[in-house]
């Protein structure tokens, strides 16, 4: 005789796996130190295609050195050593030999603005062309589309030809945003993006990351808990070197948590 439910309990089965997107990025014992001093120690994360990571915590948790072990800048930092395991799109980025290859599918936008001494359209340009993109009809696509994925076309269409360090704070932030995308990255990485552009803007940026997601994954270290509840589909909470707690975002704020700073933090207790 046919169990009734079996239909059913497949198809449940089914939507369970559709919901649990591929692993984009995985960390194991994760560790970082600088010199003596370790910033980070034994962090376990999966993050997936196509969500908003967020991670959130006070200052001096580890969140921006997470983000810089997984883009292999301790090769800039002699002071810098990472132990464990970092795994992108499958391969130990420890191992990687082609690390320029490993940069060039990750975005990176940090807390000020970073420009560089080119016009607007240049410091979008830039990337495409070390890809070996010369044609210009093909570099101007590259050029409105990023700038308008970042929601700064309409401010710059006229003037593509002036000095990027011209524009507005916020504006220049739009403008590292869509110099990130130019790369064509698989992961984007915020770091503090908003710390020094207005609140107007800010929100307009939000807006874009809620879009991007849909083509890349996004990693959003914020001391924002607010803005890491309306944008991340999951958290992860770090303190004092150590990774707290990681769950859907909106469970750290409303549902059980399993630490209680967890929820002491998110509640303005301390920070």
């Known amino acids: 005789m046919v169990n009734p439910n079996t239909n059913l309990e497949v198809e449940t089965e089914q939507v369970a796996v559709a919901e649990e997107a591929p692993v984009k990025l995985e960390t194991n014992d994760l560790t970082i130190k600088y010199g003596q001093h370790t910033a980070l120690k034994g962090v376990n994360l999966e993050i ?27 090769t800039f930092d002699t002071n810098m050593s990472v132990e464990g395991q970092i795994k992108f799109n499958g391969l130990d980025v420890q191992n990687l030999k082609n690390i320029y290859a490993l940069r060039s599918r990750i975005g990176v936008v940090f807390p000020l603005p970073v420009g560089l001494p080119l016009t607007i359209y240049e410091n979008v340009a830039l990337s495409p062309r070390l890809r070996g993109i010369n044609s210009k009809s093909e570099l101007d696509i590259i050029v409105e589309r ?12 006229d003037r593509l030809n002036s000095l990027g360090s ?15 995308l130019s790369q064509e ?14 609140p107007v803007t800010t ?17 959003l270290v914020t001391n924002l808990v607010q803005q890491a509840r309306r944008l991340a589909d999951r958290t992860a909470f770090f303190l004092e070197s150590e990774c707290v707690e990681v769950g859907n975002t909106e469970d750290l704020f409303t549902g059980e948590v399993k630490d209680q700073r967890t929820r002491d933090y998110v509640e303005g207790k301390f920070g």
């Open 203 to 219: 929100m307009r940026i939000e807006d874009v990351l809620k879009e991007l997601k849909q083509d890349m994954t996004i990693i």
């Open 166 to 180: 011209l524009l507005s704070g916020g504006q220049q932030q739009r403008l590292t945003i869509a110099r990130a």
């Open 48 to 74: 997936r295609e196509h969500e908003v990571f967020g991670i959130i915590g006070p200052a001096n948790a580890g969140k921006t050195s997470f983000l810089k072990s997984i883009n292999r800048m301790d």
């Open 146 to 157: 990023c700038l308008t994925r970042a929601a700064l076309w309409d401010e710059v269409k």
């Open 185 to 198: 990255p698989d992961l984007l990485m915020l770091d503090e993006f908003s710390i020094a552009v207005d």
